[in-house]
């Protein structure tokens, strides 16, 4: 490609003479030309600059010719003239001896084709390039070297390409790119070869429209979207309409509700309709809305107001088989449920995200009229708040003086129900006054003008003319109840100030207990909206509960009521909160039995070892009798007056205790009488211990002291009635002390083992 710079001048041949004389001292030469390629923009169908460059290293053979081809796209040689400039480049040649810049000119065309002249900055042609789109696919761009220089070796050199904009993307995902060199020692081959694929992508510019039907504030207004793509864009996945103000008016709607409509055109023409938009779910602040073509449901999309304004439209398209479009159209209308913003401008997003993950993002803005003052002011009251009961239930609705005239309100409860059943036409069913135009005075009454399925048809009455001022509309919903409400006309839209207090008497029900919300909008005579909103709660009402109740104690015994503790004899009130938040009030009557009196054991106390003995006491009858014994055994007389023991081995003490309970149950203090043990021969004189236990019975702990001069170890133990060591200890000491802790009230025996032994009896209160 040496013929697109000039060479001709004196400089060059002397330097294309140079060259070629030292290139004669090479014993061989080299081809490797290296090819690049760009495309400035990868969308599919779109237009582009084609650019390549074409160099070479010093030594290498000449380029005698190159052809450039691609698989796929095409020239528009349809849109060129003769003269036209559409390309320039820029290049050196020998080794940078030689430089310059130059534009691609068309100098002839035909269908298919285009000869373009290379032009130099002096508007001298300095060589000829092709391009022709090919009969199969894709372009070719030919350019052969006519410049004889007298040898065949580069001393380097580069070009580089520029053909502006008039290359047309393939539809495909990507186009193969090729050149083919052939050199000036061979010029029909074999030649240098060069390939590369570019990736292509889809466009994705979706376009839309977003218009309002009104532009003043706060008021009532359709919404119509314009939406379309050209054939052979990225397939759209979602798209997401913010606004920056105003809010749908979900509070109006019900399911089954018609808010809207519109028509499409989808698959490039191949299939084409209208439908509808049917709310198909409600919540305070969301409704999802279907678009239906019949009976069938074609797409759905929701609408959301924000917590702290604002609104927004979303909506997933449905997935086909591909990521491309054939073309596709659509129009809707939201008819009447946006209210305008109480601002001077309202802005809307619009967010775009295809298939493949591209996204286009359009702003819309509009300026609202002036602001207008429509602000009436709701008030709900409950007769009472019971659940599941019937109660009156008033509404007040009022305006300053000013404001623009209302001409409707809905209202929506999200709890509770209007029982209607026992009703018939023409009942009354409530009462209402108020004023208008500023200081007119009325009084209404509420009759029943039609009962329906789900509620009734309510009329409001003059008492003073019996004209019908407005009506209801009250319907039970799934959950909660809605009212709407009309106002008659009159000659202007302002209002001088006006009030109206409504009482519908006993027919809405409470529901379970709980909170619950209303909330709800009103529609002006010049279609102005003001929302509202509010709560209730509803709570199950309860009965105090009064209990008496009487205890007899035995004497020594306490009674514990909640956190009050009593041992004296006497009347009690203690009042406990329920979990309903009544109260429950507790008399309680409190006596004790007599003391029982502690009988007094008789026996002998200088025992013989292993001999039996007589024990009594003087005690009636139907008292419950325990003897217990320790070191010895009852042998007979258990649960009666007199028992009989046999006495363990001596020398040592025992001891006989009792302990009676009386017809009450209550219990007298134990009785004990100790017993000296004797051998019955070669008795020993030992010193015995002479344990003596300080309190006993004990509450809290005793101390126990015994005979131990010399400080010899004893192994003590301390033992319930049924024979189980509950304490186990040693000691050299003559004293010791026992806790309670958590020991168990009732009798215990204690036990020394050592030099001497002795069994003592402790009691636990």
Known sequence: MKSILQKNTNLNLALALIFSFFTLSLTAQDFSPEVSFNLDNSVMGEATTFSFEISQSEGETDIANSTITTDGGSFDIASLTVGDIVGSGSGFIGGGSSSGEFSLVVNALTENSADLNVVDFNSEVIGMMNISNSSNNGVSIYSSNTYEDGNNVTAGNNQQVELAGIFINPMSSFVTLSSSIFSELDPNGPSADYSTQWDLMADFSPEVLVTLSSSEPSTFTDLTFSVSQDAGEEDMASVTYAFDGGSFAIS????????????????????SGDYSIVVDQVTATTAVLNAVDGENVIATFSIVNYEDGGAEISSTSPGDDNTTTAGNSNDFTLEGIFV????????????????INLSQTNTFEVTLEEVVDFSPELEVVFANNDCNAATDMTFTISQDNGEIDMASSILTMTGGS?????????????????????????????????????????????????????SFTITNLAEGVQISTTSPGDDNTTTLGNST?????????????????????F???????????????????????EVSEAFTLCAGETLTIGENTYDEAGEYVNVYALASG????????LSFFDVVATPTISGETNATENESYDYNVDVEDESTLQWGVVNGEVNSGQ???????????????????????????????????????????????????????????????????????????????LMDARGRTVMNTSTQSSQLIIKKENLKEGIYFLEFDGKNKSRQIVVIQ
């Not at 207090?501 to 909008?521: H, K, M, Q, R």
């Open 252 to 271: 109006s709607m019900t399911v089954g509700d018609v808010v809207g409509n519109g028509s499409g055109s989808f698959g490039g023409g191949f299939a």
């Open 340 to 355: 305008t913003p109480d601002s001077d401008m309202l802005t809307m997003t619009a967010d775009f995200v295809s298939e």
């Open 418 to 470: 209007f029982d209607f059943s026992s009703s018939e036409v023409g009942d009354l069913v409530g009462t209402g006054s108020g004023f208008y135009g500023g200081d007119n005075t009325f009084n209404l009454s509420l009759y029943v003008d039609e009962v329906t399925a789900t509620g009734a048809v309510i009329l409001a009455v003059n008492d003073d003319d019996e004209t019908q001022t407005s």
């Open 501 to 521: 207090a409504v009482t519908l008497s006993g027919v809405f029900v409470n529901p379970n207990e709980g909170d619950y919300e209303f909330y709800g909008s």
């Open 523 to 545: 529609t002006s005579e010049l279609n102005n909206s003001s929302e509202f909103d509010g709560a209730y709660s509803v709570v199950c009402p309860c009965e105090d509960v």
């Open 582 to 589: 009544c109260d429950s009030t507790v008399t309680t009557t």
């Open 639 to 717: 649960g009666t007056a007199t028992a009989n023991i046999t006495w363990g081995d001596g020398p040592s003490t025992g001891s006989v205790w009792f302990l009676l309970t009386d017809e009450n149950g209550c219990k007298a203090d134990t009785a004990f009488l100790d017993v000296t043990i004797s051998e019955t021969v070669g008795i020993t004189e030992n010193t015995l211990l002479g344990v003596n236990v300080y309190p006993n019975p004990f509450k809290e702990f005793t101390t126990v002291e015994f005979n131990n001069p010399n400080n010899d170890t004893y192994r003590i133990s």
